[in-house]
C-alpha cells in the first residue's frame, strides 16, 4: 500500500473557499436522528458507498469534535479528523492523512434536516483541491464526485428504507 502523506487541516470555511465545493442533498425515509445513528455506525458506511470497505473509528465514543477514524477502501487509506459535530444533526470532517495523492485538501459536511417524524433531507456538502501538479484535473474531478456522490446519497435512502428498524430507539 503506498506510503499515507498529511493534507492540508481545513475547516468549515473550506466548504465555501475551495475550488472545488458543492452540496448534494437528498430525502431520506428515516427520522433525522436514526439517519444520524447509521451515520455513526461503522458498519453501515460500505453499505452505501461502494468504493468503502471499512470504517474504524479511532477515537472512543461519545463522538465530537476532535474525533478521528479511518476509511479504508481497495488500495486506498484515509485518515480523517473531526473539526464539527453536532449530536444527531451534523458532522463536519476534513481529511488528515491519505495514501492517494489526488488531494492537496478536502473536507465535508453531513447533515441531516427533519422534514417529519419518519423523514430527513441529508445534506452533504463536499470540498477539495488537487495538488499543483493535478490543476487541470480539478473540474473533471469535480463533476465526476458530484455525479457519484448523488448515487451514493440514493443508496443511503434504500439503505435506511430497509435497516431503519436497526438504527431505532
Not at 488537487?130 to 473540474?139: D, E, F, I, V, Y
Request: one cysteine or more; hydrophobic letters at 40%; glycine letters at 8%.
Amino acid at each position: 500500500m503506498p506510503k499515507m502523506r498529511q493534507l492540508r487541516a481545513v475547516g468549515a470555511d473550506y466548504l465555501d473557499t475551495a475550488p472545488v465545493h458543492g452540496t448534494i442533498e437528498h430525502d431520506i425515509p428515516a427520522s433525522a436522528d436514526v439517519t444520524f445513528r447509521a451515520l455513526e455506525d461503522a458498519e453501515s458506511w460500505p453499505e452505501f458507498i461502494g468504493p468503502i470497505t471499512e470504517v474504524i473509528w479511532t477515537s472512543p465514543p461519545p463522538f465530537g469534535v476532535g474525533t478521528t477514524r479511518t476509511i479504508k477502501g481497495r488500495g486506498t487509506s484515509i485518515d480523517e479528523e473531526f473539526w464539527g459535530w453536532e449530536d444527531g444533526r451534523s458532522m463536519g470532517f476534513c481529511f488528515a492523512a491519505a495514501n492517494v495523492p489526488v488531494f492537496a485538501a478536502f473536507a465535508e459536511e453531513w447533515r441531516v434536516e427533519p422534514t417529519g417524524d419518519d423523514s430527513c433531507r441529508l445534506v452533504w456538502r463536499y470540498a477539495f483541491e488537487t495538488p499543483r501538479l493535478a490543476l487541470p484535473l480539478q473540474p473533471v474531478l469535480g463533476v465526476g464526485f458530484k455525479r457519484q456522490g448523488a448515487g451514493f446519497l440514493r443508496d443511503l435512502a434504500e439503505y435506511m428504507a430497509t435497516n431503519k428498524a436497526k438504527y431505532s430507539a
